[in-house]
C-alpha cells in the first residue's frame, strides 16, 4: 500500500486513471477482480475510505460529512493535476456523487453501483424507503456500544440477504464486526446532507453510468427509480440477480457492464 498523508490507497494498472471508492465493511481490496482483469487497460487507483485499512479512523466532534470523504482526494498524488474516471459502489457510490460535484471540471466518466444517498429519499417523500433506511441506521447507533453483534447481524442480512449473517464462519464473522465499524459515522454522511438530485443531474458528468440488481433492496430501488426520473441523460444498466453485493457476488455479469462505460 501507497501511503500520502492521511489516505490509504494502492495503484494498479497503466492508462487511464480511473479511482475506485469501496462499499461499506468492504475496503479497497473490494476490487481485486476488476484490477486483476483490467489493469493492462487502466491505471487504477483504489482508495480506502475514512477507518479503513490505514486511512485514520473517524475521530472529529463534527459529524461526519460526505464531503469529509471528499477531502481525501485532495491528497491522493495519482489524480492531482489530472483527468480521471471514478467508479463507486454504495457508500462509496454517495461519495462520489460528492466528488464528482467537487471535482467535476477534471472528472471524466462516473461509474455508480446502487449508490446509497438515503437522505434523497426523504427530500423526494419516498417515506417508506427513507424510513427502511433509519431502521439499519437506528441498530448500527442503538447497539454500537451494547450490543454490536445484534447490529451487525441485521446490517449483514439486510444487504447479503436474509440468513447470511448464519452462512459467515466465527473467524468471518469476528472481520465483519471489526470492519463494519465505520459505518456509525457513514450514516451520518447520508443521511444529513442537503445537495438536491436536479444539482446531480445539472453538474455531474453526462457521460455517467448507473448500475443495479433488479433483485436488491427496496431502499436502493427506489433511489435507483429516483435517478432514473431525474437524469435522463445518464446511461442505466441492471442486472437480474445478485442483489446489493452483485458487484463481489457476481462479478463477471457486472464487470463487463463497468469496462464499457469505461471505453
Not at 468492504?26 to 486483476?36: M, S
Not at 453526462?206 to 435507483?224: C, Q, R
Request: hydrophobic residues 40%; proline residues 3%; glycine residues 6%.
Amino acid at each position: 500500500m501507497n501511503k500520502l498523508d492521511e489516505v490509504d490507497y494502492f495503484e494498479a494498472g497503466v492508462g487511464p486513471t480511473v479511482v475506485l471508492l469501496h462499499a461499506t465493511a468492504t475496503g479497497a481490496r473490494q476490487w481485486k477482480n476488476i484490477i486483476n482483469g483490467y489493469k493492462d487497460k487502466f491505471h487504477f487507483v483504489a482508495v480506502n475510505l475514512i477507518g479503513y485499512g490505514n486511512t485514520p479512523k473517524w475521530e472529529s466532534d463534527h459529524t461526519q460529512r460526505l464531503s469529509d470523504q471528499v477531502a481525501l482526494f485532495e491528497k491522493i498524488l495519482p489524480i492531482k493535476n489530472g483527468r480521471f474516471s471514478i467508479i463507486a459502489h454504495s457508500f462509496g457510490g454517495s461519495v462520489a456523487l460528492m466528488a464528482a460535484l467537487r471535482f467535476h471540471n477534471v472528472i471524466d466518466k462516473l461509474v455508480l453501483i446502487e449508490p446509497n444517498p438515503f437522505y434523497l429519499l426523504k427530500q423526494a417523500g419516498l417515506l417508506k424507503a427513507y424510513n427502511e433506511s433509519l431502521l439499519i441506521q437506528k441498530k448500527i447507533k442503538n447497539h454500537y456500544r451494547n450490543d454490536w453483534e445484534k447490529a451487525v447481524q441485521f446490517f449483514a442480512n439486510y444487504w447479503n440477504g436474509e440468513g447470511s449473517w448464519n452462512t459467515y464462519t466465527n473467524d468471518q464473522k469476528e472481520k465483519f464486526s471489526e470492519i463494519l465499524k465505520p459505518n456509525f459515522h457513514e450514516w451520518d454522511a447520508v443521511l444529513n446532507e442537503t445537495i438536491s438530485i436536479e444539482k446531480f443531474n445539472q453538474v455531474l458528468p453526462k457521460n455517467t453510468t448507473f448500475v443495479s440488481a433488479l433483485d436488491t433492496v427496496f431502499s436502493i430501488k427506489e433511489i435507483t427509480k429516483l435517478f432514473m426520473s431525474h437524469c435522463k441523460t445518464w446511461k442505466f444498466e441492471s442486472i437480474q440477480t445478485g442483489g446489493h453485493m452483485a458487484i463481489i457476488k457476481k462479478p463477471d455479469q457486472v464487470l463487463p457492464i463497468i469496462i464499457k462505460a469505461l471505453l
